[in-house]
């Protein structure tokens, strides 16, 4: 008897797509996974449009009211919402609006035009609907988008890891990049990337998110040993920590 797949459907609302991309990405891994399922919406690799499906992967943050109304269909449709990437998670890029009065951001973004355009606070897509998976990151880690699947398809749950980056670097045995002059945010940002960044000697930037419990004390004394200036640390902090403290949850 023919197994019966279940239906996958991948949607963006506001965002790069990069995320999506990165799908695209590990084509050895994809056939095996595509395998297993049944894609019946992925824009990017396909031309089906199909509305019936099972799982659906949604990729970037709730930026106005037509976003929040796609989120809430699919939500509607979805047997499982899977977060995806970054700005869905935790909002993203995207959450830089949130750091001023948006009647400033449109002015600047839009010039004369700027009241032809709608804009909202930005969200993550867990502060319109429940979400079942979340993939963080920006973009995403592929190997954990395989976990994430796996588990998917088992019925299991996931957790993303709430523990600091710093962990998974020290566990490959890493020079701190402190020591080599660089300003990290690993101590303060959530693992599951395998210290994506500091293994290629490039520094963290928060993408997958603040712990739930940041040793921020602890992150200050570090910025202060080092001698790292206000103004890098705001640069820093505002990329996706400052946006998350005011704005998104993520996971
Ligand atoms: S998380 Fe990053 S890579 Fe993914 S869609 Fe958002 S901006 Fe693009
Ligand atoms: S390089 Fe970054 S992630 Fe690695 S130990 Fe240093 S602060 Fe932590
Ligand atoms: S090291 Fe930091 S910036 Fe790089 S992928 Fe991991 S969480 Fe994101």
Redesign the pocket.
Known sequence: MEKIKPKVAFF?IS????????LLNIEDTLLDILDQVEIVNFREIASENGQDYDVAFL???VTNEHDAQRVLEIREKAKILVA??????IG???GVKNTRPLDEVRREVYGDLASCFETGPNRSIDQVVPVDYYVN????YPPELLKVFTRILRGLPYSVPDYAVCVECKLRENVCLYEKGQVCLGPITRAGCNAWCPSWGNTCYG?RGILTNPAEQGQLDVFKRYGVSDAVIFDKMTLYYKCQKEGARGR
Request: proline letters at 4%; glycine letters at 20%; hydrophobic letters at 20%.
């Open positions: 963006d965002c790069c797509e990069g995320c999506q991309l990165q990729e970037g943050s995806y990437g970054a700005c869905a998670t993203g890029i995207n990151g920006c973009p995403i993408c």
